[in-house]
Structure formats: structure tokens, C-alpha cells
């Protein structure tokens, strides 16, 4: 994922909507926040922003045995309801 400058970007509205990934290794675990709406960007360590990809996102719901689809839920749909 190539890394990106957040301050460059004006991102689409944002609710929030975010996963937090924790990947195991020897040590201390890697973890990252997967932003599921706006620039979808990852955020990883130390400041390093890196913009997802479909194929991203695709592998994701497939590790958690979901369509692409319901990871990105519409909080205006729900609040219309």
C-alpha cells in the first residue's frame, strides 16, 4: 500500500467506522486501524498512513468470512430507519 500525507487529502464524510487489526509475532503484536469510510486509509505505527485497496479490503472480508460489501455498513441508511 503506497504511504499517503493525511494533510493532502479531503476526505469524503467520516462516521467513524474503523477496524483494528492485531497481526502476531514474536514480541510485542503489530497493530493497525483500517478506516472503513473517508480516504479509507490504514493507519500503522509510528505515524506511517497508508491508502487501502480494493484488494485490500477483498482479503479482509475474506479473513473474516464476509462479503466486501458488510464492511462498510451506511450509518445514514440506519438513522433513516
Do not use: K, N
Given at each position: 500500500?503506497?504511504?499517503?500525507?493525511?494533510?493532502?487529502?479531503?476526505?469524503?464524510?467520516?462516521?467513524?467506522?474503523?477496524?483494528?487489526?492485531?497481526?502476531?509475532?514474536?514480541?510485542?503484536?503489530?497493530?493497525?486501524?483500517?478506516?472503513?469510510?473517508?480516504?479509507?486509509?490504514?493507519?500503522?505505527?509510528?505515524?506511517?498512513?497508508?491508502?487501502?485497496?480494493?484488494?485490500?479490503?477483498?482479503?479482509?472480508?475474506?479473513?473474516?468470512?464476509v462479503?466486501?460489501a458488510?464492511?462498510?455498513?451506511?450509518?445514514?441508511?440506519?438513522?433513516t430507519?
Open positions: 500500500m503506497p504511504r499517503v500525507d493525511e494533510s493532502r487529502y479531503f476526505c469524503p464524510i467520516s462516521w467513524g467506522i474503523r477496524y483494528r487489526l492485531e497481526f502476531a509475532r514474536p514480541g510485542a503484536p503489530f497493530v493497525v486501524t483500517a478506516e472503513a469510510d473517508g480516504c479509507r486509509f490504514v493507519h500503522q505505527p509510528l505515524g506511517d498512513v497508508r491508502q487501502s485497496s480494493p484488494a485490500f479490503w477483498d482479503v479482509l472480508a475474506e479473513a473474516m468470512g462479503r466486501p458488510d464492511l462498510f455498513p451506511d450509518p445514514a441508511l440506519e438513522m430507519r
